[in-house]
T-cell receptor, first 112, second 107 residues
């Protein structure tokens, strides 16, 4: 069973610090996504990525956020200067030809 | 603004009953519709996707799509306690999610 992996599983950071969340999508998938879910709230789309560039982003994905696929396997989400309200579970997902989107287990980010 | 609306519930059904979950969407041009299940503290897990009007069945699950009325539903037959979870509706590949409906199946 293919799977998306994410590291770290938990991260605690101080407000204003930069964080990088890492994801390894399924190897033959072409579309990659980041979502976040604030505790008790809905899953929110952040950004989609295809062919080494952003294909769509939500209003949440402002200049504090960036994504990168640095080496053909990892897919990263960077938050440059974290705010308290960035505390959430961040999910990576990837999509292949068979229209099945697989989610990773998530990274729980806590900003203090 | 593309909106996806779901009744947040909770929806409670007895074991063995049919659970019916509904979702409406605002973007009339939407083409792809997905139902996910999310257990507490876990990531969403795809149950079904549907593109065409009508019904699509997969085991105990049936997705129903009506593009004219802009709604998509999920029926779960013979509900089991293990089906207790939050069910998320998502629209299109940018995955605009609804808030989810919390389902409880009581033994």
């Amino acid at each position: 069973e293919p799977e998306v992996t994410q590291t770290p599983s938990h991260q605690v950071t101080q407000m204003g610090q930069e964080v990088i969340l890492r994801c390894v999508p399924i190897s033959n998938h072409l579309y990659f996504y980041w979502y976040r879910q604030i505790l008790g709230q809905k899953v929110e789309f952040l950004v989609s990525f295809y062919n080494n560039e952003i294909s769509e982003k939500s209003e949440i994905f402002d200049d504090q956020f960036s994504v990168e696929r640095p080496d053909g396997s990892n897919f990263t989400l960077k938050i440059r200067s974290t705010k308290l309200e960035d505390s959430a579970m961040y999910f990576c997902a990837s999509l292949g030809f068979q229209e099945t989107q697989y989610f990773g287990p998530g990274t729980r980010l806590l900003v203090l | 603004q593309k909106e996806v609306e779901q009744n947040s519930g909770p929806l409670s059904v007895p074991e063995g009953a049919i659970a019916s979950l509904n979702c409406t969407y605002s973007d009339r041009g939407s083409q792809s519709f997905f139902w996910y299940r999310q257990y507490s503290g876990k990531s969403p897990e795809l149950i079904m996707f549907i593109y065409s009007n009508g019904d699509k069945e997969d085991g105990r699950f049936t997705a129903q799509l009506n593009k004219a009325s802009q709604y998509v539903s999920l029926l779960i037959r013979d509900s089991q306690p293990s089906d207790s979870a939050t069910y998320l509706c998502a629209v299109n590949y940018d995955m605009r999610f609804g808030a989810g409906t919390r389902l409880t199946v009581k033994p």
